[in-house]
Structures are given as C-alpha cells and as structure tokens.
C-alpha cells in the first residue's frame, strides 16, 4: 500500500468548506488517518469518508462585497464592524479547550498566543512499554491537532482544566497526574519533524512517513490507573483533554525580512490577507502599521505593553466578513480597497487629515446629531480571554455613555484580545461609534477616489460647520463616477491610546475552596466472625448518597483487593480469608461518579486476624501519657492471658473518643510493661486512649483518657 505523510493526507481526505473561495492551503481538513492506513486497521481511530476535491487556486474577486445594488463598498469601519460583533462569531475561549473526534473538522490557524484545543488526528490503546522510557502498562494513545501550520512552541501545558509541569522526558509530575500517568510529546509542524518514535512501536500501521508535519500539536499516553485513583488521574472516566497556551503562526515581518513568531497587530493581518484570502497588500504600508502597533503605551499600574496584539484562533468555516470582524476588532483596524490593487488597512490611531473637504466637494450632504431609539446604548463591556482567569472569558468595565440616562447596554465579544487594557480601549472606540456626537452622510464626485485610503477627513461647511470625521463607509457608484458615504464626527484625542491613568481596575481572580470534597469515613473498624470471615463496620456518614469501598490485603502484600460495600448497608463481611493470617484493611466514602474521600482510614490500617477465638483481652494496666520536649509519651503493662495480641493507640482533640483516631499498632507479648512516642504531633492539647486486642482484632475494655499538652 502506498504511504503519504499524515499532513498529506489530512489535506487529501477533506473537502472545501463551503465559504467563499480561498487560498489552496486554508481548506477544512478532517480525520484521514485511517483512510489512508487502512481501513479497519485501527478501530479507535478517526474514520469517515469525505467528498469534494483540492482546489488547486482561488477566485480573485473583489476585496469588499456589493453593498447595494450599483454600488461597490470599498471602505470599511468600526460601526460594520461593532454591528457584527453582537452575532456570534467566535466561542468563547473555554468551549475551545477540548480534544474531539468527529467525521469533519475545520483547519484552525492559530495566532499570537492563545490557550486552545484541537481535534484527535489519531487515537489508539496499546499495552507495551514505553520505547524510549520503558514506562510499563496499558495506554491510551492520542495525538490532539491545535493548528495547521507550524507553531513557535508550547508556553503552557493544561490537563482536564489544570495547569500541569512536565520533565525533560514530557512526563507529568503536577498532581493528580503525577506518577508516570501521562507522557506529553508535542511537535511543532516544522519541516525536519519526523515520526514518533511511540506510535511507531505501539501501532505496526505507522511508519516514518506518519510524521504530523505541517500540523502543531501533541502525542499523549495515559496509562490506565490504579481503581482507587481513576476519579483523580481520568476526566470524567476518560484521558484529560490537553489544551496548552501556544505561541502560534510564524509570519513574515518587512522591517527584518523575516519569518518568526509575533503577536503584531498589523503583521497579523498582513498575514491573513495574503496566506489566507490571497490578496497583495503593501508591505511598506505594513511596516508603518506594524511600527504603530508596537508603540509601547502604559498600562493601569505603570507597567508598558505594545499598543495593539492579537492572540487569536480562526477556523476554516469562518467566512470572510466574520473572520474580518474578529482581527479588527482587536485593533480598532480600518480597511480599504487600495486604488493601485490589492487591500489596506490602518490600525486604531490618529492621523492627521491631509485633504479638507468643502461646500464645492458635496454633491449631498446631511448631518445628524444625537441618536435615539434601539442603538442608543448607555453601558458597554467587552468581553475578552484573560490570562489570569485561565485563559477564560472576562468582562472589562462598563464603559458609561450617559450616567443619568436609562440603562441599555451591550456586550461584545472580542477573545482576540488577551490584556484589560487593550479590551477597555475598544469598549471606549465602540462606544464612541455608537453614540458619535454627529454623523455626516452624503454623496461626492472623483474626489472619492483619492479619499478611498483616507481614514479621517476634515469637512468644513459653510451651514453645518467644520469638524473632523472618521470615515465609517466609502461606496463606489458602478459608474465609477459618485461614491457614497457615511462618517462620524471624532476628535484626536479620542484615540490617544494613553488611557492607564483612567482605566478601571481588572478583575481579579481568586481561587475559591470546594465544598464539594468527598467526606472522611469515620469510625472503621473490624473483628473476626470466623476462622475466615472478618466483617467491618463504621460511623454513619447521614449522607444517603454516599457509599463505602474497603480496601484489603495479607500484611506485607503490596497490592490491595477492594471491595465495594452496596448502598445503605451499614456493616460488610468480607469472607474467604486465611485462618491465622493477618490483613490490613481501610475504607473511604464514595459518589456515584466515582469520586471518593481523599485520605483512607484510618491512616494506619487496621490490623486484623480470622480466628474462631472471640474471646476479648484484659484491661491494660497502668496506662499513661506524658509530654516529653515536643514528643508525647504513651505507656501501659499488657494484660496476661493468651487472648492478648497487640494494644490500639488512638489520639483526639476533645475528651470524646468519637473524635479521636487510631494512631498507632503494637505488638507484643503478655503481662509486658510496653511504650509507644507519638513524635512531634504539634502544639496543642491531645488526649489518648488505648486498648488491647486478641487476635482477631476484638478490643477488651478501653483506658483513657489521658491529656498530654505540648
């Protein structure tokens, strides 16, 4: 059979989504994997069929669309722009941080920095060892896609939502994964990128041409954990999703000639412009917004960042209009359809007029003040991706128009923007275009064409005034002779982007406890029914939804049986036992998803002995605890007698032995004077009590309590 790279054929088993035409590498891709290894070869890998073809070009049609009959709209605003926004373009951050297998994905580029997920370009379980570890066990194999193209790098690992630290040889030491449960290997798309060395031992269909590249992403095992922690080490019974911060697309620069890495406004959209929708821009108008972008402006606090970023995720069944919304956005962008060819744009700054239009230029002209009705907000939030929550959705401030009017508010999402001052600003530029001090609206003659590149004009009207205008919408009559427009009335200092000393505080996120932790299991105790059998029982939790697991084995046995107790039943006899041999036992409570107090109890198991004998010990006599320095003291004589077998040692806050817990086990002979030190239990009051025990753990009568204070 013949073979191809796994990037090859994720491209060849994918069809075009159905969105205007774009440039050949930006299509939809899908699962692939087994269509190409075989089908059946692999039964958990992503399998469908998908039809449609490789469009080896793209149409190039106009930049902007046809706004209304007979016109051609070749400038573009904030105001198109804000409008969007308030439909849904883009998910918020957090439902992008998941590992999905579904017959068709969509190609996802990735830039600046950004925390996200990705589909499964491969998913497999295996038992073998690791081929360059040796970790032992039985895994399950998974390789998340986050981009189609090259990355930088990963910045952040992030497992089931928590943010997790790997060693050199990618293993997960955070917990509750830690213990060799998870080995993270990501790759990176770069050309050298070969095959992992993994699943080419784990899977014989896999071979050095299977080598992701092109692709950004990871190859993960999870080996299957021990019962007793597949609720810690397991999301919701499956392997945690992995959703990293990335740094994403490397781009071309022109003020280095250089492809790297950057989180540049304008390089960003350059990029787009060109890889993804084909169309030529001016690479020295580039440099200029580029520059601009990088002005480093301060922040609330003091602290400076560059003026304009974007750290964001686009999928290939975005269109163009939306995927234009979301990169502007973020920077407050201007568009234009350049006169020579090919597409402009400018940042959000000021730009000094250097045409003043007048009476003589209008062939119509109308000027509104004021707004009313629908559009006439009074509160504004952006909602963006903080950092500081978890790469999550945040709001800013309320941006307030008029304090006193009615509350009528709106909330944009822009997750392209990962700083609060940056989002603050754009709430300000929003609210501006929503409630501009005047809107100017008219029809000009050729002017219009050199006025296409121009994003602020001066007017002056002898009848409505002089002001500065920022241009909203520029049409071309089909004639070519006329252009429409519609412009708003700004002043400079509205987009001064030093605003630190009035920006409102950041949310600020804290980490709040759980009050949904599993309870400890009080009371555990046992005794011997038989020569075989030992039952236990414990204190009743008074939670119905609640059950108990018992764990077990022979003394000195490294490994645990574990029984699990039906609902409601307050006691359990676990039988089948070795006569004479002794057992260690514990219990937890548990949920019905699994979940299950943190500690086993007691901490130092119970100790026990299937004997028919059930004749309980003697007293313990002279029984004592004393403080010695930061130790505590505790002696007794054993009891004579032949049912004598160990002495219990517990230890408790208050004088109730309901509060107290076994602390401690030993053993040794009849009628012996014995002691036990309870080394540095901490400053504090604690009383002790003690009894002896036979064989199969039935205590005779309890002595204590005695207080010690350290």
């Given at each position: 059979?013949?073979r191809?790279s796994l990037?090859?054929?994720?491209w060849?088993?994918?069809a075009?989504?159905?969105?205007?035409?774009?440039?050949?590498e930006?299509?939809?891709f899908?699962q692939?994997?087994a269509?190409?290894?075989?089908?059946?070869?692999?039964g958990?890998?992503i399998a469908?069929?998908v039809?449609g073809g490789?469009?080896?070009?793209?149409?190039?049609?106009?930049?902007?669309?046809?706004?209304?009959?007979?016109?051609?709209?070749?400038s573009v605003?904030?105001s198109l722009i804000?409008?969007a926004?308030m439909?849904?373009?883009?998910p918020?951050?957090?439902e992008?941080m998941?590992?999905?297998?579904?017959?068709i994905?969509?190609?996802?580029t990735?830039?600046?920095?950004?925390?996200t997920?990705?589909p499964?370009?491969f998913?497999?379980?295996?038992?073998?060892?690791d081929?360059?570890m040796g970790e032992?066990?039985?895994k399950?194999?998974?390789?998340?896609?986050?981009a189609?193209h090259?990355?930088?790098?990963?910045?952040?690992?992030?497992?089931?939502?928590?943010l997790?630290?790997?060693d050199?040889d990618?293993?997960?030491t955070?917990e509750?994964?830690?213990?060799?449960h998870?080995?993270?290997?990501?790759?990176?798309?770069g050309p050298?990128q070969?095959?992992?060395?993994?699943l080419?031992?784990?899977?014989p269909?896999?071979?050095?041409?299977?080598?992701f590249k092109?692709?950004?992403?990871?190859?993960i095992?999870?080996?299957?954990?021990?019962?007793?922690?597949?609720?810690?080490v397991?999301?919701g019974?499956?392997?945690?999703?992995?959703?990293?911060?990335?740094?994403?697309?490397l781009?071309?620069?022109?003020r280095?000639?250089a492809?790297?890495?950057?989180?540049?406004?304008?390089?960003i959209?350059?990029d787009?412009?060109?890889?993804t929708?084909?169309q030529?821009?001016?690479?020295d108008?580039?440099?200029?917004?580029?520059d601009?972008?990088d002005l480093?402006?301060?922040i609330?606090?003091?602290?400076?960042?560059?003026?304009?970023q974007?750290d964001?995720v686009?999928s290939?069944?975005?269109?163009?209009?939306?995927q234009?919304g979301?990169?502007a956005?973020?920077?407050d962008?201007w568009?234009?359809e350049r006169?020579?060819?090919?597409?402009?744009?400018?940042?959000?700054r000021?730009?000094?007029?250097?045409?003043?239009?007048t009476?003589?230029d209008?062939?119509t002209l109308?000027?509104?003040t004021?707004q009313?009705?629908?559009?006439?907000?009074n509160l504004?939030?952006v909602k963006?991706?903080e950092?500081?929550?978890q790469?999550?959705?945040?709001?800013?401030a309320d941006?307030?128009f008029?304090?006193e009017?009615d509350?009528?508010?709106e909330?944009?999402?822009i997750?392209?923007?990962?700083?609060h001052n940056?989002?603050?600003r754009m709430?300000?530029?929003?609210?501006?275009?929503?409630?501009?001090p005047?809107?100017w609206?008219?029809t000009?003659?050729?002017i219009?064409?050199?006025l296409?590149?121009?994003?602020?004009w001066?007017i002056e009207?002898s009848?409505l005034?002089s002001?500065?205008?920022?241009?909203?919408?520029?049409e071309?009559?089909?004639?070519?002779?006329?252009?429409?427009?519609?412009?708003?009335?700004?002043?400079?200092?509205?987009?001064?982007?030093?605003?630190?000393?009035?920006?409102?505080?950041r949310?600020v996120?804290?980490?709040?406890?759980?009050d949904?932790?599993?309870p400890?299991?009080?009371?555990f105790?046992?005794?011997?029914?038989?020569d075989?059998?030992?039952?236990?029982?414990?204190?009743d939790?008074?939670?119905g939804?609640?059950t108990e697991r018992?764990?077990?084995?022979e003394?000195g046995?490294?490994?645990w049986?574990?029984v699990d107790?039906p609902?409601?039943?307050?006691?359990?006899?676990?039988?089948?036992?070795?006569?004479g041999?002794?057992?260690?036992?514990?219990?937890?409570?548990?949920?019905a998803?699994?979940r299950q107090s943190?500690?086993?109890?007691?901490?130092?198991?119970l100790?026990?002995?299937?004997a028919?004998g059930?004749?309980p010990?003697g007293?313990?006599s002279?029984?004592a605890a004393?403080d010695?320095?930061?130790?505590?003291l505790?002696?007794?004589t054993?009891?004579?007698g032949?049912e004598?077998?160990a002495t219990?040692?517990y230890?408790?806050?208050t004088?109730?032995?309901?509060?107290a817990?076994?602390?401690h086990t030993e053993?040794?002979?009849?009628?012996?004077?014995?002691?036990?030190?309870?080394?540095?239990?901490?400053?504090g009051?604690?009383?002790y009590?003690?009894?002896?025990i036979?064989?199969s753990?039935?205590?005779?009568?309890?002595?204590g309590?005695e207080t010690?204070?350290?």
């Amino acid at each position: 059979m013949k073979r191809f790279s796994l990037a090859a054929a994720l491209w060849m088993t994918t069809a075009l989504t159905p969105s205007p035409a774009r440039a050949a590498e930006v299509i939809a891709f899908a699962q692939g994997f087994a269509t190409f290894v075989g089908a059946g070869t692999i039964g958990s890998t992503i399998a469908a069929t998908v039809g449609g073809g490789f469009a080896a070009g793209f149409a190039t049609a106009q930049f902007l669309t046809a706004s209304f009959v007979g016109r051609i709209l070749v400038s573009v605003g904030l105001s198109l722009i804000a409008t969007a926004l308030m439909r849904p373009s883009q998910p918020p951050p957090q439902e992008m941080m998941v590992n999905y297998a579904q017959p068709i994905v969509y190609a996802m580029t990735v830039y600046g920095r950004m925390r996200t997920g990705g589909p499964l370009g491969f998913t497999g379980f295996a038992s073998g060892d690791d081929a360059v570890m040796g970790e032992g066990g039985a895994k399950r194999h998974y390789s998340p896609v986050l981009a189609m193209h090259q990355i930088e790098g990963v910045v952040e690992h992030w497992l089931a939502d928590k943010l997790v630290e790997v060693d050199l040889d990618g293993i997960v030491t955070t917990e509750p994964f830690e213990g060799d449960h998870y080995r993270i290997r990501r790759f990176l798309g770069g050309p050298a990128q070969t095959a992992d060395v993994e699943l080419m031992a784990q899977f014989p269909e896999i071979t050095a041409d299977h080598n992701f590249k092109g692709l950004g992403g990871a190859h993960i095992w999870c080996k299957r954990p021990a019962d007793d922690r597949i609720s810690e080490v397991l999301d919701g019974g499956r392997q945690a999703a992995w959703a990293p911060v990335i740094d994403g697309k490397l781009i071309y620069d022109p003020r280095t000639d250089a492809v790297a890495h950057s989180r540049n406004a304008a390089l960003i959209i350059a990029d787009w412009l060109v890889n993804t929708w084909g169309q030529d821009v001016d690479w020295d108008e580039v440099a200029v917004e580029a520059d601009a972008c990088d002005l480093p402006i301060t922040i609330r606090g003091g602290a400076t960042r560059p003026c304009w970023q974007i750290d964001t995720v686009l999928s290939d069944d975005q269109d163009f209009e939306t995927q234009r919304g979301i990169l502007a956005a973020c920077c407050d962008a201007w568009f234009y359809e350049r006169p020579e060819g090919g597409v402009g744009f400018r940042v959000g700054r000021w730009i000094e007029p250097d045409i003043t239009l007048t009476d003589r230029d209008f062939w119509t002209l109308e000027k509104t003040t004021g707004q009313s009705g629908s559009g006439a907000i009074n509160l504004l939030s952006v909602k963006y991706t903080e950092p500081n929550n978890q790469w999550k959705e945040s709001p800013t401030a309320d941006v307030v128009f008029d304090p006193e009017g009615d509350d009528d508010r709106e909330d944009p999402a822009i997750y392209g923007i990962t700083e609060h001052n940056q989002a603050w600003r754009m709430a300000r530029r929003l609210m501006a275009v929503k409630r501009p001090p005047s809107t100017w609206r008219g029809t000009i003659g050729l002017i219009g064409h050199w006025l296409t590149k121009r994003r602020f004009w001066r007017i002056e009207h002898s009848v409505l005034g002089s002001v500065y205008v920022e241009l909203q919408r520029l049409e071309r009559h089909e004639n070519g002779m006329a252009y429409d427009f519609e412009a708003y009335e700004v002043a400079p200092g509205d987009f001064d982007p030093e605003v630190g000393d009035i920006e409102p505080e950041r949310p600020v996120y804290k980490v709040v406890a759980s009050d949904d932790a599993v309870p400890e299991l009080k009371g555990f105790t046992g005794k011997a029914i038989s020569d075989s059998v030992l039952v236990f029982s414990w204190t009743d939790s008074g939670d119905g939804s609640l059950t108990e697991r018992i764990r077990i084995r022979e003394d000195g046995d490294p490994d645990w049986t574990f029984v699990d107790v039906p609902s409601g039943q307050p006691n359990m006899p676990i039988p089948g036992l070795l006569t004479g041999t002794s057992y260690e036992a514990q219990a937890v409570h548990r949920t019905a998803t699994g979940r299950q107090s943190a500690t086993w109890q007691p901490v130092t198991p119970l100790v026990l002995i299937p004997a028919a004998g059930t004749t309980p010990p003697g007293a313990l006599s002279g029984f004592a605890a004393t403080d010695v320095g930061a130790d505590a003291l505790v002696s007794w004589t054993s009891p004579a007698g032949a049912e004598y077998f160990a002495t219990r040692i517990y230890r408790g806050p208050t004088t109730t032995f309901a509060d107290a817990e076994l602390v401690h086990t030993e053993y040794g002979p009849a009628s012996t004077a014995d002691s036990w030190t309870d080394a540095a239990p901490g400053v504090g009051t604690y009383r002790y009590w003690a009894e002896a025990i036979n064989q199969s753990g039935i205590p005779g009568s309890r002595s204590g309590p005695e207080t010690v204070t350290i």
